[in-house]
């Protein structure tokens, strides 16, 4: 590639840097040129090293071995920091001061009055249309917003490299538009910009050439014609061994009673009047926009929001019928103990007569045991089950979370999110979990927010809408997820029509 | 893939962790190790067995209330309220006992009961109100130091010296001082045998049973645990209970030793306790702490205390040694975690 030693010096230059996590391996000699004027995209799995090698660019990491130069000259990021820029998923700003003061932090000079806001900031705000918040507490601000408040402390400050981690995940279709034209007004004015996401058609939309990373180095660079969403997908699942879809025979256990079921469930606030039941073997999704009830209705379901109506699970009514259920919050900091190792944060929600028998006394042993076989059966990649839940990539800590509750054999599992910030190879993994743990005779509800979940991993889904659960769609019915999806959205507005 | 440890890993990672055990409790054991020498240097005098059973001795009530405090810290909450139970246990026990005319054995049972019940209310008052334990203790603590000037009217008590129209019969008096006789060629205090069979019940508690790996838990993620329906709110309550209880049973083993009582008495050990329990390496944050740092805590805290006030270079030396202490033996501990880390990577 001409890029390497063509005219330009210009832009970073990545030569095998590699960093080593204890025995594991995050990079391993990765090779990259980051020139400016264009977005390059970032794709990978999962502990794939991908989020490795943006805090190294972003400088709160060291690598352990490799170069990193900038227009030619070497360049250290922890040192050289401010050339730098994260935007990240969730801007880390500070909501107690208004949007100018949190373009100003850090740059307020030593002068002992307030310090006030120059022109040339004005100019970035005026430019990136946020001038007009200036007065405002950014905790009052619209996420965008805020994600643009970041961009404008960055270029306020000058930074030559914009990363851009998952920036529109919790945006609308608008506001993503927007930001990623910001995104591309970056690069034409010279800037570096990267692009890390899993949505691999913003990708393809919008970055110029996509790296590939898997296992610690990039493994295919896609431009022109062989950037595509299907290029890219698999780029990444390439020998994962686990590309058998997790679709099910859905209905095997069809015409058999139900193993869970609840009527006249109502909430004080959320929704009102739900009849659902579920038979063993199935997974069912359920969608629903925010607000609409969804997800209190899940977690109503594991006993964790108060309702009145008759629930019964396998052959349990009202509390107890509860207890046989299990509860998967959509993110990690909600069901991992980072202060535990990866065989108690497995086991943690066992009691007596499991994990503890007289006295409450702990057996160790058996602990011991019951970890190592849950690693194994759940596909948990780890090289120990003492080391730290932390020391796991993304999607194996999202394995444990939901080995945790399958651990305590619910009849009914609840999920939300179930793959949310998981790649491709650990989604398919998961889909394979549930679809296993179905036809073991239980059931699997799990509230989904993307389409494409419901079509890989449910056999039919329910949108709630306004408090109230739609008639079933049998997903099987469909052989396009776009219809799927048009479905759907039409009942998202209008619930309780007849798909 | 999914690789467990096999059996030859398994061996090295025996010795690792032998290593790592050391590195852990290394900090705390060696700077108990270099502040014992240095005062033995001073004094060569004060490396005796006789001394060595006094240190325990000294040791003995900051370690029972800081066992209990460790609970409550590992489970994510505070207490600041233990010395005023302590306080109040001894201040009851003391009216119960000489102006109640309520035989010894009853109102020892009734005053651990009152430290019991405290912790029950700030347990209550912490899970149900949800009101943050630092401000339900603080209020406690002023509440009770307040019934203690109450039920003692200001008085300070001594069993051998009972009010003018009360005997003690000599058997409730030689029971009550015999709790923490001493015994031995070296005058080791009973109370010493009443610490180490306390720190055996926690440790169990603790670090063997269902209570204590959800205490664990509970302290390392307290909305992940209610999510996953623990019994988030009963193992709180517990954990303030057993303190409580554990600062009664701390007050009256002290007041059986000391046998005077004074309105304010305990007030005093607040510091203290809160300094072994965080030398001992338990984190503010919850999650984290054993009760072996805890008795090294304790132990490094009663060296200092215990050789200071033999040596008395003056009360400002004890105070500045005390505070600097405890930042240095956790600043050695954040030292020795980050080579632990490092050499884990």
């Known amino acids: 590639m001409s890029a390497a030693e063509g005219p330009t010096d210009k832009g970073v230059r990545i030569r095998g840097v590699a960093k080593r996590y204890g025995s594991t391996v995050a990079l391993d000699g990765i090779d990259l040129d980051l020139v400016p004027g264009e977005v390059l995209g970032i794709a990978g799995p999962n502990g794939a090293g991908k989020s490795t090698l943006m805090r190294i660019i972003a400088g709160e990491e060291k690598p352990d071995s490799g170069t990193l130069t900038l227009d030619g000259v070497p360049w250290f990021p922890s040192v050289n920091w401010h050339n730098v820029a994260v935007v990240h998923q969730e801007p880390q700003l500070f909501p107690n001061l208004t949007v100018a003061d949190n373009v100003m932090v850090g740059r307020e000079g030593t002068r002992s009055g307030k310090p006030r806001l120059s022109a040339a900031d004005g100019e970035v705000m005026k430019a990136l249309g946020i001038a007009r918040y200036a007065g405002v507490l950014l905790e009052d601000c619209t996420l965008a917003t805020a994600q643009r408040t970041e961009i404008a402390r960055a270029v306020a400050r000058q930074a030559r490299v914009f990363l851009f981690d998952e920036p529109n995940s919790a945006l609308t279709e608008e506001e993503s538009d927007e930001l990623f034209r910001e995104m591309k007004k970056l690069a034409g004015e010279g800037r570096i910009v990267l692009l890390v996401t899993h949505r691999l058609g913003d990708l393809v939309a919008h970055a110029k050439r996509v790296a590939v990373i898997r296992d610690g180095k990039v493994r295919a660079m896609l431009e022109g014609s062989g950037l595509t969403e299907d290029a890219i997908a698999q780029q990444l699942v390439v020998d994962s061994g686990a590309e058998a879809a997790a679709k099910g025979a859905g209905g095997a256990h069809a015409g058999k009673s139900t193993v869970a079921e609840v009527s006249g469930w109502s909430h004080g606030a959320a929704f009102r009047d739900i009849s659902f039941s579920a038979r063993p073997g199935e997974i069912i999704a359920l969608m629903g926009v925010e607000g609409s009830g969804a997800r209190e209705f899940l977690r109503s379901l594991a006993g964790l929001e108060r309702c009145s109506g008759t629930i019964r699970v396998a052959e349990e009514r009202g509390e107890a019928a509860q207890l046989l259920t299990a509860y998967v919050p959509a993110t990690r900091v909600e069901s991992l103990y980072s202060n535990f190792s990866v065989g108690e944060n497995l086991l943690v929600r066992l009691g007596r007569p499991d994990i503890a028998g007289v006295a409450l006394a702990l057996k160790k042993r058996r602990m011991k045991e019951l970890a190592a076989e849950a690693v194994q059966r759940f596909l948990v990649k780890t090289r120990t089950t003492t080391q730290l839940i932390r020391s796991l990539s993304g999607g194996n800590q999202q394995k444990v979370a939901i080995a945790q509750a399958l651990n305590c054999s619910p009849r009914l599992l609840l999920l939300e999110e179930p793959t949310r910030g998981v790649d491709i190879r650990s989604k398919r993994e998961i889909y394979r979990l549930l679809r296993d743990y179905a036809e073991e005779g239980n059931a699997v509800l799990m509230f989904c927010t993307e389409v494409l979940e419901v079509y890989e991993a449910a056999d039919r889904v329910h949108v709630v809408s306004e408090g109230r659960l739609s008639p079933a769609i049998d997903v099987h019915g469909y052989d396009q997820v776009e219809k799927l999806a048009t479905d759907i959205t039409r009942l998202e507005s209008h619930a309780g029509v007849a798909a | ?345």
């Open chain 2, 1 to 345: 893939m999914s690789n467990v440890e096999t059996a030859p890993k398994q061996a090295g990672a025996a010795a690792n962790a032998g290593i790592d055990l050391a590195l852990r409790m290394g900090g705390l054991l060696l700077a108990i190790i270099v502040v014992a020498g240095v005062f033995i240097a001073i004094n060569p005098n004060l490396a005796n067995l006789n001394m060595g059973a006094s240190l325990l001795r000294s040791m003995s009530s900051v370690a029972i209330m800081a066992l209990g405090l460790t609970l409550v810290i590992v489970v994510g909450e505070i207490d600041l309220s233990f010395g005023a139970t302590y306080g109040l246990a001894v201040n009851a026990l003391a009216v119960m006992w000489l102006f109640g005319g309520i035989p010894v054995y009853l109102a020892i049972i009734l005053a651990v009961l009152v430290g019991t019940a405290v912790g029950l209310f700030n347990g209550l008052l912490v899970t149900r109100l949800n009101i943050p334990s630092f401000i339900v203790t603080l209020g406690s603590y002023n509440l009770l130091y307040g019934i203690s000037l109450w039920v003692s009217n200001t008085a300070t008590f001594n069993p051998a010296y009972p009010p003018p129209d009360v005997t003690i019969p000599d058997a409730e008096l030689d029971f009550f001082v015999g709790l923490t006789q001493s015994f031995g060629s070296f005058g080791l205090s009973l109370e010493v045998v009443w610490m180490f069979g306390i720190a055996l019940v926690v440790a169990f508690l603790l670090h063997r049973s269902l209570f204590g790996f959800r205490l664990m838990a509970i302290g390392g993620n307290t909305r992940a645990a209610e999510l996953a329906r623990l019994p988030v709110k009963r193992y709180k309550i517990l954990a303030f209970t057993l303190c409580g209880t554990l600062a009664a049973v701390a007050g009256i083993l002290d007041f059986s030793f000391i046998q005077t009582s004074q309105p304010n008495t305990g007030l005093s050990f607040t510091f203290p306790v809160f300094a072994a329990v965080i030398i001992g390496g338990a984190s503010l944050s919850g999650g984290k702490g054993t009760v072996i740092g805890t008795l090294g805590g304790a132990l490094l805290l009663a060296i200092l205390q215990l050789g200071l006030s033999i040596l008395s270079p003056g009360p400002h030396v004890q105070q500045i040694f005390l505070g600097a202490v405890t930042i240095g033996a956790v600043a050695l501990d954040l030292l020795l975690t980050s080579i632990r880390k490092r050499r884990a990577a």
